[in-house]
């Protein structure tokens, strides 16, 4: 098996990294499907002057974790890489260790990344785990959303997008990857240990295929197969669902939506239940949906003859204008902590909006309005949204700081070149 070409990378690669993006990050565990996607990366990132930065995690959580990360880094050096490692600190988990693990992963991940100002960060996800992922979803009643898989490209953040160009790659192609570039890689124990889901799942893909190497091959190709073709079909109905939140919501520069009650409750189910989630997600700048079950009470109530108040995802939804019309907020619950605004930096606050501060404001403080009130204000922005908005204050937050501005209701005085831009997700 002659494993992945340099040339057949890129061609995977390309489609999903945008035109003009300088550098991407790989995250690398040591395995053979990391190691292989470092090794791509780099010969396409010197193809192509992209500035490449690779990391790999220490868990913790193995008494050989530590040494496996610091194997990872000098094989990436021998390689001409960089690597950097990224420790997981503090009291781990006794239960849901995986799901903790993964979480603080992306967390150190997403971190490093912002410091680094990259916005795409590779993972090696590979065809088995799409096929695997698949039937650990199937196994937990997920609809068309879960039984997708993965998906190519995926934004966490409006700055933290990872890309999986691998995704339709055999396993065994990585292998012989590494091997044809004799290439060592590491083995996890846990990928062997029956304790967890998705090990039980890659047997029970064994015994299906009758211990035979190429009929498991052909199984595995026709479970991602089934993933893409849901993949469309999500696609499709998350179009459907951003066309009609373009026909019921109108959405103010300081974060808050008008929803029109007629649309929804005329919408087919599925539809109107991605419009609102959806709308929660970019309301509420919480990147990951809503649960179903909930969703599926906000929307019967918002359909009922008296749409009730409620609140989901971090929002408030209070019916206005007698209930024809819904207003949504944000919620003065779980706000970022005030932050000192670096010049010459761009940052996103509260998964909700994007600030931009130029090289020439100094001493300044981003932090919500929260009970300071500023006098003589005249806004279409209802009084209840306004401590969730982001302001702009002189010197360190607190009873100190000088209120300067607040840029959603237009009031105050903003450094020149200094923006607050709420960002629409449809």
């Not at 193809?47 to 050989?64: C, F, M, S």
């Not at 073709?229 to 669902?241: E, T």
């Amino acid at each position: 098996m002659p494993g992945l070409t340099p040339a057949a990378f890129g061609r995977l690669l390309r489609p999903l990294l945008p035109r003009g993006a300088d550098a991407i990050a790989v995250a690398v565990s040591g395995g053979a499907d990391s190691m292989a996607l470092a090794l791509l990366c780099r010969d396409w990132a010197a193809k192509h002057n992209i500035r490449l930065q690779a990391y790999t995690v220490d868990h913790g959580l193995r008494p050989e974790s530590a040494a496996e990360a610091r194997q990872v880094a000098r094989w990436l050096k021998t390689a001409g890489m960089d690597c950097r490692i990224l420790t997981w600190r503090g009291a781990k988990p006794s239960a849901n260790r995986q799901e903790a693990a993964r979480e603080a992963r992306y967390g150190l991940l997403r971190d490093a990344c912002a410091k680094a100002g990259i916005a795409h960060l590779l993972l090696a996800h590979h065809r088995e785990d799409q096929a695997e992922t698949l039937l650990l979803r199937a196994l937990r009643g997920s609809g068309v959303d879960g039984l997708s898989a993965m998906q190519p490209a995926r934004m966490l953040e409006r700055d933290f997008i990872l890309l999986r160009p691998l995704l339709d790659v055999p396993k065994a192609d990585l292998v012989a990857t590494l091997r044809k570039r004799g290439q060592a890689w590491i083995e996890d124990p846990s990928n062997a240990n029956p304790a967890f889901a998705r090990v039980r799942v890659r047997r029970a893909l064994d015994d299906l295929a009758g211990g035979d190497a190429v009929a498991r091959a052909e199984l595995v190709a026709h479970l991602a197969l089934t993933a893409r073709n849901l993949a469309r079909a999500r696609a499709a109905l998350d179009a459907a669902a951003r066309a009609l939140l373009r026909t019921m919501a109108r959405v103010e520069p300081g974060g808050i939506a008008w929803l029109d009650i007629a649309p929804l409750q005329s919408a087919d189910d599925e539809i109107a239940l991605r419009a609102l989630g959806l709308l929660l997600k970019t309301v509420g700048g919480d990147p990951l949906p809503p649960r179903l079950e909930r969703l599926e009470r906000l929307l019967h109530g918002l359909r009922g003859k008296t749409p009730t108040p409620a609140t989901l995802h971090r929002c408030m939804l209070r019916p206005e204008k007698n209930g024809t019309q819904i207003l949504v907020c944000r919620e003065a619950r779980h706000l970022p902590e005030p932050i000192r605004l670096v010049p010459g930096s761009r940052l996103p606050w509260d998964g909700r909006f994007e600030i931009a501060v130029p090289k020439t404001a100094r001493g300044l403080t981003l932090a919500p309005l929260g009970r300071h009130r500023p006098e003589d204000v005249s806004s279409a922005i209802p009084a209840a949204a306004w401590p969730t908005l982001p302001a702009i204050w002189r010197g360190p937050a607190g009873e100190g700081a000088k209120l300067l501005a607040v840029p959603a209701l237009g009031w105050g005085d903003l450094p020149p070149g200094l923006s607050v831009t709420f960002g629409k997700h449809w």
